[in-house]
């Protein structure tokens, strides 16, 4: 499954890579700057569902790189409200599951231990083993605080809980991001 998306990735990658040779050529930039925008957008999206990528970075980038080339204010106020939402969203995924971590019990060093463990998953199992790691590392942290499994397994389950709204929070503010680049899009598309 992940070969063919690489492939994939590596296909579009080439192609954007000759459209922008060509653009060089001929002097337009700006449609395929837009091109190179889009892709990223959807690598960033893509990042985001598959922790691979710094997802809303490269969502950010892309637009702002869009933006710069725009060299206009439909641009600029695209990449201002883009910031405003993501920077929005960066901080709502930490402070929401944050709060109903706590009220459900979840220290911050077994958050800790799950975070370490879903770094050392990620290069032991590539893409997945971030995801694993990041749930054992909670339950062996719970299991040794509470000493039963029948207590761990909740404080895991609320924690996985957490994490799967902190990523649905991060996707919501990429994607509203990017309708905000979008409208800009179609915005300079009416006027021209």
């Known amino acids: 499954m992940f070969g063919k998306a690489f492939r994939w990735l590596r296909w579009v990658t080439r192609e954007v890579v000759a459209s922008w040779q060509d653009a ?7 449609g395929h700057v837009f091109a190179l925008a889009g892709v990223l957008i959807v690598v960033g999206l893509l990042g985001i569902v598959v922790p691979v990528l710094p997802g809303l970075l490269l969502v950010w980038g892309a637009v702002g790189i869009w933006a710069a080339v725009q060299q206009d204010l439909t641009g600029w106020v695209a990449l201002g409200i883009t910031t405003v939402f993501l920077i929005t969203g960066s901080v709502v995924k930490y ?3 944050g709060r109903r971590l706590r009220a459900s019990g979840v220290p911050w060093r077994s958050l ?11 290069f032991v199992i590539p893409v997945l083993g971030l995801l694993i790691g990041f749930v054992l590392g909670i339950y062996l942290a719970e299991l040794i605080r509470l000493k039963s499994v029948a207590d761990a397994w909740p404080t895991t389950v609320a924690a996985m809980k ?9 996707l919501a503010s990429a994607v509203f991001a990017t309708a905000v680049w979008f409208t800009g899009v179609v915005a300079l598309a009416v006027v021209a």
């Open 24 to 30: 060089q050529d001929c002097g337009d930039w700006p």
């Open 95 to 97: 402070l929401l599951p």
């Open 112 to 122: 800790a231990l799950g975070g370490v463990l879903g770094v050392v998953g990620f």
């Open 162 to 170: 957490a994490a799967g709204i902190s990523a649905l929070i991060d």
